[in-house]
């Protein structure tokens, strides 16, 4: 057996190797007058993790004593890359203060939970569908086409200029990498074409054959089935969409989003939400929404990985009027008038904290304000600390909501 096995029996296989020794630490002190605290990478504290793990060490009689938020842990070796860490003690339940440290200031705090937040114990669980009223979230489209459909910009030239009739078949694919970085690439879009006209395109039927054969002998033969197609199409086809990079930058203030039309094909390196709506770009876009990824969402070494049942599905957020909307929008088109001034710029440029053109930023923190308006009119949060406590508030009381009404739904059907 697995040292994993050996101390967790079950439902181990997702946990993070330090979790046996918070495990086995907190059961060593437990009933006695003893505390204990470990360094560790912070991922244990982070997306899913979290309500895999700390649900076994935090109990009726073990508490979070203090916890030290993330940091980079860094020393002389050569060649040193730092490790994102945390540090947590744990010790039995006490009437003692508690306290959490962040950027050498510390903080009394009434209870400390496994986000190493001042918040009471709450887990995010990945929901399926969205706790707020917004539209679903899905991957971008996956190839899984062994390369055959897809061209760079020159590839792309050369392939119309020996057969110009399959100009009309060709889409703008948007990956992360080149949304980021500025990059253009394109993809075979052959959905709506049919066997004669295929036939017509003898280039384009190579390409296609060559799909065929990929995944033929691949590990999903069946999707030899459709050759012509992507693997997985998951985007609309006569809609706008929202696209948000599936990994990301840690050092930015803001994921960098793109608002694109139907036009555009999306990589399944990204997710998407598809509407027309600016409102909900610019709710996605804001401060309010960054905090949450970062708390709750995974990572990737320490880049954000943004998840759809993780990050959107669990996001908090108020129901709006139409009044609120429009306002919103306008905020939107603001943050999007001000990246079109830098046409030559990437994404990586107009969004890294040390480029970033400061009429954009400014545009972002109105934003940002108009969102955190809507949470708590009147009275501005002062600190991401103070943002997280009252999203998780808010999560626990939706998610309350949401199951009383399932009962009461469930109740009146049996009657």
């Known amino acids: 057996k697995s040292d994993m096995e050996f101390v967790f029996r079950k439902d181990y296989k997702n946990l993070d190797y330090v979790s046996i020794w918070f495990y086995k630490g907190a059961k060593f002190i437990e009933n006695c007058n003893a505390q204990l605290a470990f360094v560790s990478t912070n991922s244990i504290c982070q997306g899913l993790l979290v309500a895999l793990t700390w649900p076994r060490i935090l109990n009726d009689n073990i508490e979070i004593s203090f916890a030290h938020q993330s940091f980079k842990w860094t020393n002389n070796a050569i060649g040193n890359a730092g490790v994102t860490v945390i540090i947590v003690g744990l010790r039995n339940k006490s009437t003692k203060p508690k306290y959490l440290y962040n950027n050498n200031i510390r903080r009394e705090a009434k209870n400390i939970n496994a986000y190493l937040l001042d918040v009471q114990d709450i887990y995010i669980n990945s929901l399926n569908q969205p706790l707020s009223k917004f539209p679903p979230m899905n991957f971008g489209n996956m190839p899984a086409d062994g390369g055959y459909l897809l061209f760079t910009e020159e590839e792309k030239a050369l392939f119309i200029e020996k057969e110009p009739d399959s100009e009309k078949w060709f889409k703008e694919l948007i990956s992360a990498h080149e949304f980021l970085n500025g990059k253009k690439r394109y993809c075979l879009w052959l959905e709506d ?3 004669e006209e295929l036939n017509g395109l003898p280039n384009v039927k190579e390409r296609v ?8 002998n691949s590990s999903r033969p069946q999707l030899a089935e459709i050759p012509h197609l992507f693997a997985q199409i998951t985007q609309p086809p006569n809609s706008d969409f929202i696209l948000i990079p599936g990994h990301s930058s840690e050092g930015r203030d803001y994921i960098p989003l793109g608002f694109f039309s139907a036009d555009y094909k999306s990589n399944n390196s990204c997710l998407i939400v598809a509407t ?10 804001s401060k309010m929404h960054m905090v949450w ?6 990572k990737l070494e320490t880049r954000y990985r943004y998840s759809a049942k993780l990050c959107y599905n669990t996001f908090p957020f108020p129901e709006i009027s139409e009044k609120q909307k429009l306002t919103i929008n306008e905020y939107v088109f603001a943050i999007l008038d001000e990246r079109a001034k830098y046409p030559e710029k990437t994404m990586a440029w107009l969004y890294n904290p040390e480029t970033m053109p400061k009429e954009l930023k400014q545009a972002h923190q109105n934003l940002d304000r108009a969102i955190e308006e809507i949470y708590r009119m009147g009275n501005p949060f002062t600190s991401d600390a103070e943002r997280l406590e009252h999203l998780f508030k808010r999560y626990d009381e939706m998610t309350k909501k949401d199951t009383l009404f399932a009962k009461q739904k469930k109740t009146r059907k049996k009657n």
Not at 276 to 285: C, D, K, M, R, T
């Open 276 to 285: 027309s709506q600016p409102w909900l770009f610019g709710i996605l876009h």
């Open 293 to 298: 990824v970062d708390a709750v969402g995974g």
């Open 193 to 195: 074409l049919d066997k």
């Open 209 to 216: 054959n060559k799909v065929y054969n990929e995944r033929l």
